[in-house]
Structures are given as C-alpha cells and as structure tokens.
C-alpha cells in the first residue's frame, strides 16, 4: 500500500510517500496510525494530535474509523487551507 | 458524495494565473441561462508582510473532490454549468487563487451554488498554503479556521437548499 503524506505531516515524518506492507492486524485507518506512531519519534510527533490529521482512501475523505479494505493509497494531511 | 453532474463543468488545477474575464467569456450563455455569477479569491499581502502564498496540493484527489461538490451543488440547485480553476506552486500578493463560477437560470440558485461551492472548497479540497514572507523566507503553514469550519457546515442540513 501506498502512503503519502502532505504539509507540515510530510515535513515531520521527513518523505512525501513510502510504499509499506500492511501487517494482518492493520484494519482501519485508525489502525494504521496507531503503528505509524510506533515505527519512531518522527511519526510519534506528526500524528500525536489526531484531532489535526484528516485521511483519505484512494482520492476520498476518510474517517479514522473507515476500514482500509482493498485501498491502494492512503494520505495523511493537516485540514485544508485552500480557496 | 458521488455522480457526475448533469451540466457542463470546466475543473483546472494549475500553476499559472487565470483571468476571470475571459474565464467568464467562455462560458456561452445558453438559451436558459439567465444568471453567472463569479467569485476570486486574491493573495492578501496582510499589510505588506508577505511576498507570496505557497500552495501544496492533492494531485488526483483535488480534481476528484471537486468534481464530487460540483457534483452536489447541482443535485441542490438547477445548474447550467460550473467552472472552478484553482492554482498551485508559489503565488505572489495581489494574483488571483480560486474562482468559482456557477451559471442557472435564475440568480438565487447561482449565488447559493458559488457560495456553496466555496465554503465546501476550503474545508474538503486538498490545499495547503505557507505563508512567504516579504523577504522571501518561507514562514508558517497557514492554520485551518473555525470560521470556515462554521462557514462550511452551514450548508450541512439537507434544507438548506432552496
């Protein structure tokens, strides 16, 4: 799977994309954070304030409750500051 | 959100400026087009302290996003075209970022659908922008507002839609 990362989440986990092999137990997004957080201080950081992480699965709005299910990618960013 | 709209719809995602004169002027009024209206939103300089706003973006996500409220607005107003071109990369003060364009029959439905459209824009469509201060020095990513957040979810409630 495909992971990216946008803004100041990019810049705190120092790589715009990384393609990672999903562990079995990984089902939502909020699954995937919580092991994100686990592979370093960098993640740690980023994601420590999920309040201020917005997700997406393949180009969609996603919860941290939405299951990954057959996704390609998956984003993380700060919430939209376009317009 | 999902669907394609009925109506004619021009999405740009783009570094280079626009001018929403001649964006206007391609919009060919139809038979039963009796109202356009058209929004752009500048680059403030914020008193002169900043030189530019610097915008990251979604590539894929932004034009699919955009393409899911425009498909809403014209399933909550009777549309006869849309437009929305939004830039990206750096973008000095006084350049245009966003226009809207929402074209109906009738002016009500064309000002809700523009105000909607951008109220939606700012808190679903992936945009991030950096403050570049007058000196050049990139500054701070610019925090999300509350305001927005409100602006957004005013249009919410399903009879909002007149």
């Known amino acids: 799977m495909k992971v990216r990362y946008f803004a100041w989440l990019r810049e705190r986990v120092g790589r715009a994309e990384e393609e990672i092999a999903l562990p079995p137990h990984i089902e939502t997004v909020g699954d995937l954070v919580g092991w994100l957080k686990s592979r370093g201080p960098e993640f740690e950081g980023a994601f ?8 997406a699965l393949d180009h969609t709005h996603a919860s941290l409750d939405t299951r990954l299910g057959q996704a390609q990618e998956v984003a993380f960013f700060p919430p939209m500051t376009g317009g | 959100m999902a669907g394609q709209a009925s109506f004619p719809v021009s ?5 280079a400026p626009f001018d929403p004169t001649a964006e206007l002027a391609r919009l060919s009024g139809a038979d039963d087009m009796g109202a356009v209206v058209s929004f752009t939103g500048l680059c403030r300089g914020e008193g002169g302290r900043l030189a530019a706003l610097e915008l990251e973006h979604y590539p894929g996500m932004v034009e699919a996003e955009l393409a899911r409220l425009i498909a809403e607005a014209g399933r909550r107003w009777p549309l006869l075209a849309v437009t929305v071109i939004h830039r990206h990369g ?48 990139p500054g701070d ?22």
């Open chain 1, 48 to 55: 420590e304030n999920a309040a201020v992480v917005r997700a």
């Open chain 2, 11 to 15: 999405i740009r995602v783009e570094e």
């Open chain 2, 90 to 137: 750096r973008i000095a003060v006084g350049e245009p970022i966003v226009l809207v364009i929402t074209a109906s029959a009738h002016r009500e439905a064309a000002f809700s659908a523009a105000a909607f459209l951008m109220d939606w824009l700012k808190t679903r469509a992936p945009f991030w922008k950096r403050e570049i201060a007058a000196d050049g020095t």
């Open chain 2, 141 to 162: 990513w610019i925090e999300a507002k509350a305001d927005d957040d409100a602006a957004a979810s005013r249009w919410d409630a399903p009879e909002a839609a007149q």
